[in-house]
């Protein structure tokens, strides 16, 4: 289980990265560089959750959990259910946590790849346009949505076993 404070640990987003896909470097002899390269990694996966790491309140961590772990809790068999999720740890024993008020890592991800866009045009447009405008009404929706998550609790109130913890990010 991986366990990090990534906004203090990674200076920047290529440690993160080289990290986040270490087992994959490591299994394959090669640098972040080459496993790019040769399209080993998810770039644009790994991107944005770095992006959405940016995003999260101190509060806040990000889970991975293996898929039958996620079957079991959420009675979802869909193929390919979401296994990433973000929330908060209510409480916590030796063995286990109380995961609350989580929502799927993956459509957070979305949303913040959309607020770091947005962000991106508002530095390069020009300060007194409407499009600068229409960019910040946009902008603050997405914070909003981000804040509000909009989609319903997908693990609602769930002790979770520490062992079976595959990540976990604050």
Known sequence: MIVV????????????????????LDARGVSLEAARER??????????????LGLLNEDDVFIQLPEWLVDEKTGDVRENPATTFVGYISRETEDAILFKD??????????AHKIHSLEHG???????????????????????????????PYLSDEWLPKSQLITIIR
């Open 102 to 111: 989580s929502a799927p890592g993956r459509r957070l991800m979305q949303v």
């Open 122 to 152: 508002i530095e390069t447009t020009a300060v007194d346009s409407d499009r600068r405008k229409r960019l910040n009404d946009k902008l603050q929706e997405e914070h909003q949505r981000f804040e509000m998550r909009d989609d319903a």
């Open 5 to 24: 404070d990534a906004s203090r640990t990674y200076a920047d987003y290529d440690s993160f990265a080289r990290r986040w896909h270490s087992e994959t």
């Open 39 to 52: 399209g080993l990694i998810n770039e644009q996966d790994t991107h944005r959750l770095w992006q959405l």
